[in-house]
């Protein structure tokens, strides 16, 4: 077999495994810590890629897009979470599968009302738009590459705000004694709320980067949401 | 400082609380004595909003607490050492000191890590430990440093020394005589009710939810009675 054509796919695969590791990291934070199975994970990701490519084609840069988008992806998973999800917690998995799988309803539904039933394209901007060349004389897009990157960066990140952080500790407290952490003067419920808006950034993050390869498009959330929770599965929650 | 006035309260149907009132002033040292399944802990439990009440109200510094949630109640100045301690085992000893830390909002003088290392030495050489990894005295040390870096008013220990050697026990006893000097107020439940009606102010013995007996350690030291009739095993 051609090497180049090996180290290729090597790094596709490497790539769909950033993205389902941005996807799956919020799902696994919410499932981990909050014990909610949470299907609209997937809806998350698709409002994320749409709110991306709208804000690209209005300040004509994907950057920028998603420099703005991200912050907004934050604030719509706390809405979420504060008038649907909230109410759901204490309820058995089923009916929080029921629950957010009506939301990935509704969700769909609403983006076909306010974007329109086709799917929308961004653009990218001429910096990540070509190849690269990497040694060995293989040629690999850099937008892929891009991607990647983002995946390591985020990987650290999180890593940082969840072991090294005060944030982080009261994380993990909550995560392990939610009563105890409360007794101690923590707001769980707002806490809940914050890591609740960061996994849906992330999946927010993942719908915008897949959305110049892929289009941002309805039911988007649902093919990567079943090899998310295959992921979480395989690699322990 | 803290008023409980005719609490009422139940697990579903299974009422556990019927009038309990309790009265701690500032500084003071209070204990809470009974038996088992007669309301201690769950008296703990209303005070921390962990329990809601359906009946009466509680009161801290004059401000009602009755069914605040808890993370109110703590932020208002109680401090919890739970039954059964429930360090967080996935944190460090270090990250359970300071997680929920809060400064002191008072001339300087509050609770550091400095200070809860200069209460229990023992703790700083496991500082990098997980809190999984502390024997029964070692857990128990840093709940109470744990509650105690939140700067409470008033620190409420529910069975401190239960299941601890005579050794330890004997350290957590002197720990709460310092806190006591240091005029923080205590709110204690705990077997041991020799070496307490030495250490307490005063005390109160509950029996199917409500007190039956108040006094002060004097009192109940001269009353050998009410041992028998309500603390014996």
């Known amino acids: 077999m051609d090497i180049n054509i090996f180290v290729e796919q090597l790094l596709n695969g490497f790539q769909l495994g950033m993205l389902l590791f941005l996807f799956a990291a919020g799902l696994t934070l919410v499932f981990g810590i909050m014990d909610l199975v949470n299907l609209a994970h997937g809806s998350i990701y698709m409002v994320g890629a749409f709110t991306a490519a709208t804000l690209t084609l209005w300040l004509d840069s994907f950057i920028l897009g998603i420099i703005f988008a991200l912050p907004l992806t934050l604030l719509f998973g706390m809405v979420l979470e504060f008038i649907a999800l909230r109410t759901i917690y204490a309820r058995d998995h089923m009916d929080q599968v029921l629950a957010t799988f009506g939301l990935i309803l509704f969700l769909n539904e609403l983006v076909r009302i306010i974007w329109g039933p086709a799917g929308l394209a961004i653009p990218l901007p001429i910096l990540l738009d070509g190849s690269i060349n990497l040694p060995l004389g293989i040629v690999y897009p850099t937008y892929r590459l891009f991607i990647i990157l983002i995946g390591v960066l985020v990987a650290i990140g999180l890593y940082w705000l969840v072991a090294k952080t005060r944030l982080g500790m009261l994380i993990r407290a909550g995560a392990s004694n939610r009563v105890m952490a409360s007794a101690l003067g923590v707001n769980i419920r707002l806490l809940f709320t914050a890591v609740f808006g960061l996994g849906a950034m992330l999946a927010g993050l993942a719908g915008m980067l897949i959305a110049p390869i892929n289009q941002a498009q309805i039911g988007m959330g649902e093919e990567i949401l079943i090899l998310a929770f295959v992921v979480i599965v395989i690699g322990g929650i | ?233």
């Open chain 2, 1 to 233: 400082m803290l008023s409980i006035q005719s609490v009422e309260a139940a697990y579903g149907d299974s009422q556990v609380l019927y009038g309990m009132t309790l009265e701690i002033s500032a500084g003071e040292f209070v204990t809470l004595l009974g038996r088992n399944g007669m309301g201690k802990t769950t008296t703990v439990r209303t005070i921390m909003g962990i329990l809601s009440i359906v009946a009466g109200n509680i009161k801290f510094e004059e401000k009602i607490i009755s069914n605040l949630p808890s993370f109110r109640v703590a932020k208002y100045g109680i401090g919890l050492v739970p039954e059964g301690r429930q360090i967080f085992p996935n944190l460090t000893v270090r990250e359970n000191l300071v997680a929920t830390a809060v400064p002191a909002n008072n001339k300087g003088d509050g609770w550091s890590m400095e200070r809860v290392i200069d209460l229990f030495p023992v703790l700083k050489d496991r500082l990098g430990s997980m809190g999984n990894q502390l024997s029964g005295g070692e857990q128990q040390m840093l709940a109470i440093g744990r509650a105690l870096m939140t700067n409470p008013k008033l620190l409420i220990l529910d069975e401190a020394t239960e299941g601890l050697a005579p050794m330890v026990r004997q350290e957590i006893w002197k720990c709460l005589q310092r806190l006591k000097k240091e005029s923080l107020a205590l709110l204690v439940i705990d077997k041991n009710v020799d070496i307490l009606s030495q250490i307490a102010d005063r005390h109160y013995i509950i029996e199917k939810g409500r007190v039956v007996w108040q006094g002060t350690s004097m009192e109940l030291r001269a009353n050998e009675q009410l041992k028998q009739n309500y603390l014996g095993v």
